[in-house]
């Protein structure tokens, strides 16, 4: 429709009179790009918020800074085996290594999805902005899974980075670059399996929690408790219980449950008290399942349910 305007005109010594510009409504005519565009885009945008990109400079601090000190023990394994492993003949190896990269880098990770996960949902929350996402052709389980995924693909960046800078110094640092890739690239499947399980379990965990509340500090405060005050209930009761139940009650815990399934990913021990419980690998994967299982099934229902 086109817009039409109507004007008085005034005759000499009256006022100036006003006019009404009859501007109509006019159709949309693009592109809509639907549902898969719709997710695709809030996935991206969640994505740059898990590392703050888009934002203030202050909500960059947190994420880049624990990105930056999760590469921090590779780089000192990188130039630990190229210093003394060169002197050595190559005998000697970096103490940070594959199979312990997750136990050595689990606090910033709980940091990480402590601190954003109540950044990707509270927000909106807060702001009362899901009427907004819910008006269009997005779906609600599209909003949880969009969200879910950003968070996930962040964990993933901040473990596989690190890991990748490892392989490259193994590789590049080799006396036989041919043998040295050979070498690593078998531990390339383990590598990726150990990281996704971690970056699933602990993301879904954190979001679980984090949709709860509107309110980050609450939600932080939460998911601490969750990988922190879980991780004191069980060795508490591990110490108190007796037989079979206080070598499972272990795998309550989540960071327990991961470091399980890491050693057993790469065959080899996991620390104490995991080792000397003796527990058998598919204990650790079946607790690290059901734990992203129930916790996905918490997100769902939560904004399946939640008013808009």
Known sequence: MTGQVTERTTAPGEGAAGSIYDLGYQHYQGQRL???????????????????????ARAKIVPV????????????????????GGIAGGRIQSPIRYDNYFTS?????????AAQAPEL????????????????????????????GALVTALLILSLLPQAA????????????AASFGDNVVLVPAIVLSAAAAAIVMAALALAVAAFTPRRAYATAAIFALFYITLTVVAIANAAARGEVARY????????????????????????????????????????LIMAVVAVAVLVRRYTRIAA
């Not at 549902?35 to 918020?49: D, K, T």
């Not at 590392?51 to 203030?56: A, D, E, H, Q, T």
């Not at 990913?265 to 058998?280: D, V």
Request: glycine letters at 10%; a neutral charge.
């Open 105 to 113: 880098t689990v606090q910033f990770i709980v940091l990480f999805v």
């Open 65 to 84: 800074g624990l990105l930056v000190l999760a590469l921090l023990p590779a780089v000192i394994a990188v130039a630990y085996e190229a210093l003394l």
């Open 166 to 177: 490892i392989f490259a110094g193994k590789v590049l640092g080799g006396k036989d670059i």
């Open 34 to 56: 639907g549902r898969a565009a719709a997710f695709a885009a809030l996935y991206a945008e969640s994505l740059r918020a898990c590392f703050g990109l888009g934002r203030p």
């Open 121 to 148: 949902v509270g927000r909106d929350q807060r702001y009362h902005v899901l009427s907004l996402y819910f008006s269009r052709a997005l779906e609600r389980l599209d909003y949880a899974a969009a969200k879910l």
């Open 249 to 288: 009650i272990l795998v309550v815990a989540p960071t327990n449950a991961l470091e399980g399934l890491t050693a057993w990913l790469f065959n080899t021990e996991p620390g104490r008290p995991l080792s000397e419980a003796a527990i058998g690998g598919e204990v650790y994967a079946l607790a690290a």
